[in-house]
């Protein structure tokens, strides 16, 4: 069968993308190195419920959270939503949801795949060379939608970047036990729980909490393990959540922390989206809502652009417009804020913290989902004078 687009990587970008192109009559085609999609799990899932309801995620595939909880293990402050604003996801279903709909759209998707690298002609992108079961073979298309993750595994040979310089470590271990508040994440920062990262404890409602450790590779050369190891016993209220409770999954990932345009995004016969294309909020390394707005963006741009007959940067280049117009500026201060907070240290967090309760449930939670509207910056910036030269610094920081 003849393919016109070829996608690498059965993530949330990917898919989203395939769904696109497949549902416009355009013969799609994923490749997925894993066994199975959303197999094995590389994120928390923390989310944003507007996002997921823009994005048409069901709310059957992710859990609301009503209280927010930052803490180190001297100070802590509370956010109290009665209307939730973040949620939790459930990754594997989400992303298995996802590939669903790509199928059901016309799209096929291939399995235990290892895309090695792109097909070339002329210096365009014009397929990939596989890897599977069945030994080698070359997939030619119209098209490339690089979603490979952090690997960019078409976009790094095709020129297109030179690789990531700063990545998030991150280890979880999902808890099934009958403590936990199901309405409530906690956010844990602090040289003892993660220097320069933060810890996490997300339920997700199903008698299940998430509790993992991120940490920035570099500076740091430790691993996030065994500082989740020492996470309970650093905070009394969560140590009591986990009375009765036992780890059934155990989850690792990596994700790339780039300033915005460290990558470009297309080039002839090739976009990337997704962690691909670094295309991730660095201040809590939330990538997946991103990912899934980046991948119809892309696969919108494809549609255009096949039935154009130019799929040239030139042509493509609406998919790059369209992306950063909407999200650079969000990232790029979000890119600064995790610069910055690198250098915190426990008087600094404990600080931070005590600020904090000055600030409402609702700034709060815009500053965390990197919200950072020219409104917003006013109205923090006029609340709390205090914090005017800071917020300039990191909107203005490279």
């Known amino acids: 069968m003849r393919t016109e687009v070829v996608v690498v990587g059965a993530g949330p970008a990917g898919l989203a993308a395939a769904e696109v192109t497949a549902r416009a009559g355009i013969a799609t085609q994923i490749i997925e190195r894993a066994d199975a999609v959303g197999v094995p799990v590389r994120t928390s899932g923390g989310s944003w419920i507007a996002s997921m309801r823009e994005l048409g995620i069901a709310s059957s595939l992710w859990h609301p959270i009503r209280r927010i909880r930052v803490a180190t293990p001297r100070e802590e402050v509370v956010f109290d939503y009665d209307e939730p604003l973040a949620c939790v996801l459930h990754v594997r279903e989400l992303y298995q949801h996802l590939a669903e709909r790509a199928i059901a759209a016309g799209a096929t998707l291939r399995l235990r795949h290892n895309v090695q690298g792109p097909l070339l002609r002329d210096g365009a992108v014009v397929g990939v060379r596989c890897c599977g079961d069945d030994g080698e073979d070359e997939q030619h298309a119209q098209l490339v939608i690089d979603a490979s993750g952090y690997a960019s595994c078409v976009a790094k040979p095709a020129g297109l970047q030179a690789g990531f310089g700063l990545f998030g470590l991150g280890a979880e271990q999902e808890f099934y036990g009958p403590g936990f508040d199901e309405h409530e994440a906690w956010l844990l920062v602090g040289d003892a729980v993660a220097p320069g990262g933060y810890g996490w404890a997300f339920p997700d409602g199903r008698g299940r909490l998430r509790l993992g450790v991120g940490l920035p590779r570099p500076p740091s050369g430790d691993h996030p393990r065994a500082g989740l190891q020492r996470l309970p016993a650093q905070f009394p209220g969560l140590q009591r959540a986990l009375r009765g409770a036992s780890a059934i999954e155990s989850h690792s990932g990596l994700v790339p922390f780039a300033a915005p345009r460290h990558v470009r995004l297309v080039a002839d016969g090739l976009m990337v989206a997704g962690d691909a294309a670094g295309q991730v909020s660095a201040l809590v390394g939330e990538g997946i809502r991103y990912a899934l707005h980046a991948g119809r963006l892309a696969g919108d741009t494809a549609v255009r652009a096949i039935r154009a007959g130019d799929v040239s940067a030139r042509g493509l280049a609406g998919y ?36 904090l309760r000055r600030v409402s449930p609702q700034d709060f939670a815009c500053a965390l989902k990197g919200d950072f509207s020219l409104r917003w910056g006013i109205e923090m910036a006029w609340k709390h004078r205090q914090w005017l030269r800071p917020l300039a610094a990191m909107a203005n920081a490279g």
Do not use: N, P, T, V
Not at 322 to 348: G, K, P, S, T
């Open 320 to 355: 790059e417009s369209a992306w950063h117009a909407r999200f650079e500026r969000e990232l790029h201060i979000a890119y600064a804020a995790h610069r910055a907070l690198l250098q915190h240290r426990d008087a600094d967090w404990d600080g931070l913290i005590a600020q």
